[in-house]
């Protein structure tokens, strides 16, 4: 047991040393992964009908 107790007492000091980002910056990198991973699902919303009517137009030849 004082292992493990031992483990969370350095799992703390090693916490304490480490640079949280600022608020400003999470907001900032969060609303960038939303706004590129819309972009993506809209660019792949755009080839998925694309290539639907394309395979479509062949079959139905």
Known sequence: ???YIQFLKE???ELKKVTWPSS???KTATATVIVFTLLVAVY???LDIFFAKV???I???
């Open 44 to 46: 792949l919303w755009v």
């Open 11 to 13: 799992v703390y000091e």
């Open 24 to 26: 400003q910056l999470v």
């Open 1 to 3: 047991m004082k292992k």
């Open 55 to 57: 395979i479509t137009f």
């Open 59 to 61: 079959l139905e030849r």
